[in-house]
């Protein structure tokens, strides 16, 4: 580990250097110094998120401005502290030089807005987002709030700990807020993604649901590995998803839905696989043009007392218990690891739809 006085003067990070397009390069950039209530971390991983790309390609129309060429992308990042600004002691729970910590999507929020206070971190009228007009987590060294970090438990790697700051810790809050209990019957849309197998793991294993996972039929082997009962393929023409999803569940429907994929037409057919009284979470963010739930007529919506609600990666107590349930071994991020320099081929690979699970980025030299 580098000490305050050993840190270079230079370090790497890779930058969208062409944004609306996929292109990534390495750069070089000079070592910043922590200011009041922020701590430096030298990074050793970081995870490669979807949404990393929609900030690259300027695809979210959500966001309010695009993208600058220059930014440092990313937002699940891994390291230690290695310095210290002023006002940080006792900080965080008492976070110190040489703790290890993470990088969430949301990089520091302000605590004190209406939204802060009701618990809706993301929705922070002052947050700031780690790799969005804020230097992300595709570099060696980042500042970063001390009262903002998440521990990472010593049973728990650097690399596998990386996808579970933005992945997990939002599967993790989606799924507390489908308010199905143990044994409710749970639809995963988009189940073998980077999300959605570890959706389908904290629902199966962590809560106890049964669960009905729904994606391309080249997932099928990751999507029942990580403990799904059942398993329907989209591309199945001759399936009709909603009459099979009745069938699972003894004609009723689903207790809850939980969309992890950033596609339309699964927001579309969402609400056709509830039962009554039943819960549709959204999660994945479709890229372009905003389009609505095709389903969501009234008329169903109150013939079946249904709810729809939507989840933005979670609390800072959310992230603290989606890394324990990780270190006891319930929860297991499939992933491979990538050097930064091969970061622009991996968000190729993520395009074509060819990506499985996840990618960490080894920040090393």
Known sequence: MATPADLPKKYKAAIYDKPGTISTSIVSLDMPEPGAGQVLIHLTHSGVCHSDMGVMMNAWKILPFPTQAGQVGGHEGVGEVVKMGPGTEGVGGGVKIGDRVGIKWMAGICEACEACRAGFD???????????YTPGTFQQYVLSPANYITPIPDALPSAAAAPLLCAGVTVYAALRKTNAESGAWVVIMG????????????????????????????????????GAEH?????????????AVMGLTDG??????VVCTANNAAYASSLELLRFGGRV??????????????????????????????????????????????????????FRVERMERLTEVFREMEEGRLMGRVVLDLGD
């Open 252 to 257: 009723l429907g689903a207790h809850a839905v």
């Open 191 to 226: 189940a073998g993604g980077g999300l959605g197998h570890l959706a389908v793991q904290f629902s199966a294993r962590a809560i106890g649901h049964r669960v009905i996972g729904l994606d391309h039929s080249s997932k099928r082997d990751i999507v029942m590995d990580s």
């Open 122 to 132: 993301a929705s922070c009228f002052n947050g700031k987002i780690s790799g969005y």
């Open 281 to 334: 979470v959204c999660v994945g963010i479709p890229e372009g043009d905003v389009v609505p739930i095709a389903s969501a007529y009234p008329g169903l919506l109150v013939a079946k007392a249904l709810q729809v609600v939507g989840s933005a990666v979670g609390t800072r107590k959310e992230a603290i218990e989606t890394m324990e349930f990780a270190a006891r071994g319930i929860v297991k991020t499939h």
């Open 231 to 243: 398993f329907l393929a989209v591309d199945d023409k001759e399936i009709d998803l909603a009459q």
